[in-house]
């Protein structure tokens, strides 16, 4: 399920969907596109199970730390913070977090735009596709909470070296298992499909903001459905 959810992002399913409603489909550069994004949430992903489980390992001596009340005033507070956040990335409620809404217009809409114009340019390059791949993946990577709450599943689970990796990479696959259905479609279907990949894609990038939005609540109130009882007693 979070796998499918980090599958609609902006990087994983808008943007190869604006390749794949192109009169002509570019194979080579789709077959670019997916394989960079792909390698890469496999290569961050095993990068943060090998740092999860030396925090892991080390847990133990930071116990008393973490289940101090000080760390549960922090907990709280990033939660309170999180559940702000989520309206402020909200479009609906935007407009009433001026700082926030003038810096998503200075960077998100202008980055997409270059994304945009060098995936879909006469010049566009296999270099060039693969950059915007990894790319995306940079940027989004930090807002994939779902993602990140897998690593972390993944690490506590306490499985064999292989067997964490196995199923790491059954994540990214399933992630990855929407574009390239797309694609096939594309391929079985020609033209025909264009339309309705059209308004797929519009709809995904019109309710991309929506969904981080809420992905970010959900964290801060979980977060604080955690840490305020206890932190209630404690104070109480």
Do not use: C
């Amino acid at each position: 399920l979070l796998a499918l959810i980090d599958s609609t992002s902006f990087g994983t399913l808008v943007l190869p969907l604006l390749l794949l409603v192109q009169p002509r489909t570019r194979h080579a550069q789709l077959a670019v596109y997916v394989t960079t994004i792909t390698a890469f949430y496999l290569g961050l992903g095993l990068a943060l199970l090998l740092a999860g489980a030396t925090v892991r390992d080390r847990l133990d001596d930071w116990s008393s730390v973490l289940e101090s009340t000080p760390a549960y005033v922090v907990q709280v507070a990033v939660g309170a913070g999180l559940v702000v956040l989520s309206y402020a990335l909200d479009p609906k409620y935007r407009d009433r977090f001026r700082g926030f809404r003038r810096r998503g217009e200075a960077a998100g809409p202008g980055r997409h735009t270059r994304w945009r114009s060098r995936l879909l340019g006469p010049d566009a390059s296999l270099g060039a596709t693969a950059t915007v791949a990894l790319g995306a993946g940079l940027v989004e990577a930090a807002s994939m909470l779902p993602y990140l709450a897998a690593i972390g599943t993944i690490t506590a689970l306490q499985l064999p070296t292989a067997g964490a990796i196995g199923l790491l990479a059954g994540y990214v696959v399933v992630m990855s298992l929407p574009m390239l259905l797309l694609w096939g479609l594309r391929t079985a279907l020609g033209n025909r499909a264009t339309a309705r990949l059209e308004r797929l894609a519009a709809w995904f990038d019109a309710r991309s903001a929506t969904a981080i939005s809420w992905t970010v609540g959900i964290v801060g109130v979980l977060l604080l459905l955690n840490g305020l009882p206890v932190l209630i007693g404690r104070l109480g």
